[in-house]
């Protein structure tokens, strides 16, 4: 067992001196695209996630000629409506005045300007064809649908999501063949003394593992400085979103990847630098053999 673990040892050591530099920055300015939209993704989820998703509409009342309860029975009646809720005018306006930076807009108004309203849910989806029968409805000044771009927020988060899957797959198999290539060219260099180890009885599995440890360490080394990358320039963005939220009454931040997540893009880089690596000694290293 202690003849194993220095045999591995060695190799490491000899793995971890044949890590490129250069190779390790590309790897890293790389893996830092996905990474860092991955991020960006999942703070605005976390964001869109508390808002209401659900295809709802604000019917706003003709002060003069709305028969409120007529109104509502109507409503009820519609097949397409789940939820009916009226809002008096009075409760819009404490509503509104909760708003940062509204309360003295108000305040100078000097009256409630808002109407009573219906805040009513819809059961389907593609709302647009109810939204033009309920702005026909006697008593209706006007129809406004909520949520909708919150919805359409969510469709972009999730088509953003699937781009990025797309990129780090991209960006994953250029990783492969960056580890591949390089493992190539290592191999080609010291074919001499790949073929001398043979000739004295090294077998692939000694003389590869240097090169797997190669592989494995680039794609640690790459991830560690895609996650050091990501986390500068979400710094440097959160200091100019900090301004705006605050100016929003809102805390919005860019947040960092989960410990979790982090250590799943360092695992993922490894095993891709790994599978570089063997792909390339399979191909490279058993084409060697001692004249």
Do not use: C
Request: hydrophobic fraction near 50%.
């Amino acid at each position: 067992m202690n003849a194993w673990f220095r045999q591995h040892a060695q190799a490491f050591g000899r793995g971890l001196r044949r890590v490129g530099l250069l190779n390790v920055i590309v790897i890293g300015v790389a893996l830092a695209l996905p990474v860092g939209g991955y991020a960006v993704i999942e703070s605005l989820r976390a964001v869109s996630g508390r808002l209401a998703l659900d295809p709802q509409i604000s019917l706003f009342l003709d002060a003069k000629g709305a028969d409120r309860e007529t109104l509502a029975a109507s409503l009820k009646r519609d097949a397409r409506i789940s939820r009916v809720r009226f809002v008096p005018r009075e409760q819009a306006l404490k509503e509104l005045g909760a708003v940062q930076g509204l309360p003295d807009l108000i305040a100078a108004l000097g009256r409630n300007p808002l109407p009573d309203a219906f805040v009513v849910t819809a059961r389907e989806e593609g709302i647009e064809p109810l939204v033009a029968d309920l702005a026909k409805l006697p008593g209706v000044a006007h129809v406004q649908a909520d949520a909708l771009w919150a919805r359409r927020l969510a469709s972009l988060a999730r088509l953003a999501r699937a781009g990025l899957w797309l990129l780090a797959g991209l960006l994953g198999t250029a990783l492969v063949a960056v580890t591949f290539n390089t493992i190539r060219l290592q191999i080609l260099t010291q074919r001499d003394e790949i073929e001398v180890s043979k000739l004295i009885g090294a077998t692939d599995g000694f003389i590869g593992r240097p090169f797997y440890y190669a592989g494995l360490l680039q794609g640690v080394a790459g991830a560690a400085i895609a996650l050091a990358v990501v986390a500068v320039s979400l710094g440097l963005l959160n200091g100019e979103v900090r301004a705006l939220s605050e100016s929003y009454g809102s805390d919005f931040r860019f947040g960092f990847l989960t410990p979790e997540d982090a250590a799943a893009v360092i695992l993922f880089a490894g095993l891709l630098g790994w599978a570089g690596a063997h792909l390339s000694v399979r191909r490279h290293l058993r084409a060697i053999e001692p004249s």
